[in-house]
């Protein structure tokens, strides 16, 4: 007896498939997997006279930004030099990375990134400054929470002086005494890593899903933007100065 073969039925063509992304399941990724950072929004300081900005502005050191109050939130953080093996690379990417956080939080250009749970070690040439009541200090690139040594230039024919007795708040490094205004010193030290802004490549990214009720709706991804190493960044810091008066920005 022969054997009777089924006939598949034909598909339905009046559905097309389609392949939907869930932002919950991004933003969970972003919350559950994602680095603890506090995010100061930036925008330019008013002192500026056209382009330039004054240098004895008390607000950006003549910097021309200033940066406001931090919000803490979570952001998934990744290198965007993995891999150069087949790509152009260059020396302007040094630093760089991609930032993402929950679709709640805007980002702008300039803003600052500071990672909480890490460590990082930058070293600098700095210029000893004066006060006006003759307090001798340096300004550091980051807050230094733990200065490894310090090591300050005698002559070409004499090793490096190692300077024991001095202060450190914030980015300022306060001398109790054995340095001379305008001698160049190089510190060593620990902070916390820091980026700002320089790219939003995905400020707006938003997607149409189905809802329970089969109908479309616009749905908000997650912010994205490229960050890069504050001391990479000319316009970030002058080297020599962080902002003196407070500026708050947040609403209460």
């Known amino acids: ?68 109050s931090k919000t803490q939130m979570k952001a998934v953080i990744q290198s965007i030099n993995k891999s150069t093996k087949y790509k152009d690379w260059s020396a302007e990417m040094l ?11 805007q980002l702008a250009f300039m803003d600052k990134v500071t990672i909480a749970d890490s460590v990082s070690i930058f070293a600098e040439n700095l210029l000893v400054r004066e006060l006006g009541d003759g307090t001798l200090f340096v300004m550091t690139c980051y807050p230094a929470y733990e200065v490894e040594f310090i090591k300050m230039y005698v002559s070409a024919t004499q090793p490096l002086e190692d300077k024991k007795e001095y202060e450190v708040i914030n980015n300022k490094i306060v001398f109790q005494d054995g340095v001379v205004k305008g001698t160049s010193v190089t510190v060593r030290y620990k902070h ?13 990214r938003n997607v149409y899903i189905l809802d329970d009720n089969s109908r479309e709706r616009q749905e908000a991804f997650p912010v994205s933007g490229v960050i890069r190493k504050l001391h990479y960044v000319p316009d970030a810091y002058n080297f020599s100065g962080t902002n003196i008066l407070y500026n708050p920005t947040n609403k209460n």
């Not at 680095?35 to 330039?52: G, H, L, S």
């Not at 630093?95 to 679709?103: L, P």
Request: glycine residues 6%; aromatic residues 8%; contains cysteine.
């Open 1 to 68: 007896m022969a054997k009777i073969a089924s006939i598949a039925p034909p598909p339905n063509l009046n559905v097309i498939p389609r392949v939907e992304f869930l932002p919950g399941s991004f933003q969970q990724l972003v919350h559950d997997h994602g680095y603890n950072v506090d995010i100061e929004p930036a925008f330019p300081c008013p002192c500026k006279d056209r382009e330039v900005a004054q240098s004895i502005c008390l607000n950006c050191m003549g910097v021309g930004w200033v940066w406001g």
């Open 95 to 105: 630093g760089t990375a991609n930032m993402t956080i929950e679709q709640r939080f």
């Open 192 to 204: 916390k890593v820091q980026y700002v802004v320089i790219d939003l490549n995905h400020d707006i």
